[in-house]
């Protein structure tokens, strides 16, 4: 399979210039140049960079200047630091993986889709020069298989509109159900040899997203550790996970239920992502994986050390969600007793 260069070892800023009140003072403090030297002392090689829409435009689609500036800033940042950059367009008018930001009718409505592109060609255009140390990522997490068809279709629009400003740029390409790996065979094929297949990972979620009160069926109250076996995992997404209690076939089946859950569990998730990139001769990229600040410090250990020898051994680059707070944080004061060793994993 091939490899996605110079983006093996990454993390996210999440939570910076996306899934925020996108004031000056958020801008301005979340996330600083400093972070950037953090990073870098940490042997990472890229930063994962989610923005909204509302970072660069108006509620009618104008362009904010200052906005397209502190992107230009945050680039500089990483190319002072020896870092690259995926841009990735968290949020565009009419479409957000979360329902809460109240963003609709996307994939129903052509006005909002040229604008979608119109967008990117603007990046394009602004950023395409800086191939050497930037990626584009089209859009995070299409949610319903519903729009995988019509996600394919704009998708490869959108792809032409920015090789015509940025005919070498790497661009990262995922799927329904919020970038699944499942999704990747549904995937429009590579248009040229610089596409990316992208997907997200927070198996087993029941584990990852223990208490999360935004999942479906969660109890706020419930723990787990990691070690557990496959039939406890099993009962437990069953009871805790509403999108588990009708399927026929889970993540834990062909699992002996009295094992302890393993390294054989994550392989096998990634297998059929795999043998899709090796097919088509695209590289593939986990831009999302991590686990909940309800989890203690050793449990989400043992989990980064389960789940990166899996991408090490399929040579799966990836970044880890996310660089602080966001219910994820790894700089968070919480994780001080094992950051040591599990930034060496990243």
């Known amino acids: 399979m091939r490899e996605f260069a110079g983006y093996q070892h990454g993390i996210d800023l999440g939570g910076w210039l996306s899934q925020c009140d996108h004031s000056q003072e958020r801008y301005d403090t979340f996330i600083t140049k400093d972070d950037l030297a953090v990073v870098k002392s940490w042997g990472l090689d890229h930063v994962r960079v989610p923005v909204d829409y509302n970072l660069v435009e108006d509620a009618e689609g104008n362009y904010k200047e200052e906005g397209f500036e502190r992107l230009e800033t945050v680039i500089g940042w990483c190319r002072e630091y020896g870092l690259n950059m995926i841009l990735d367009l968290h949020k565009t008018f009419g479409f957000s993986f979360d329902s809460g930001e109240h963003e609709f009718g996307f994939f129903e409505n052509e006005s909002y889709q040229e604008r979608f592109y119109r967008l990117w060609e603007q990046f394009a255009k602004r950023f395409g020069k800086y191939s050497d140390h930037l990626a584009f990522e089209l859009l995070n997490e299409v949610t319903e298989k519903r729009f995988s068809d019509e996600w394919n279709r704009i998708s490869t629009v959108c792809i032409g509109k920015i090789r015509a400003y940025a005919p070498d740029i790497w661009i990262l390409l995922g799927g329904y159900y919020n970038n699944s790996i499942e999704s990747l065979p549904d995937l429009a094929m590579p248009v040229d040899d610089r596409i990316v297949y992208n997907f997200h990972c927070y198996e087993p979620l029941v584990f990852t997203h223990q208490g999360a009160h935004w999942v479906d069926g969660m109890n706020t109250e419930f723990r787990m550790p990691f070690d557990c076996t496959y039939g406890q995992y099993l009962e437990y997404s069953m009871k805790y996970l509403d999108c588990y209690r009708d399927l026929e076939e889970t993540a834990f089946s062909g699992f002996d239920k009295e094992q302890m859950v393993g390294p054989r569990y994550f ?69 001080d007793s094992v950051r040591d060793e599990l930034v060496k994993l990243l």
């Open 267 to 335: 392989e096998k998730m990634v297998e059929n992502a795999v043998r899709v990139a090796e097919e088509r001769n695209v590289p593939l990229y986990c831009g999302e994986y991590g686990v909940i600040d309800r989890i203690t410090p050793e449990d989400a250990l043992r989990w980064y050390k389960m789940i990166t020898a899996c991408y090490d051994k399929f040579g799966i680059g990836r970044a880890a969600w996310t660089y602080r707070e966001m219910d994820f944080g790894i700089v968070d004061a919480r994780m």
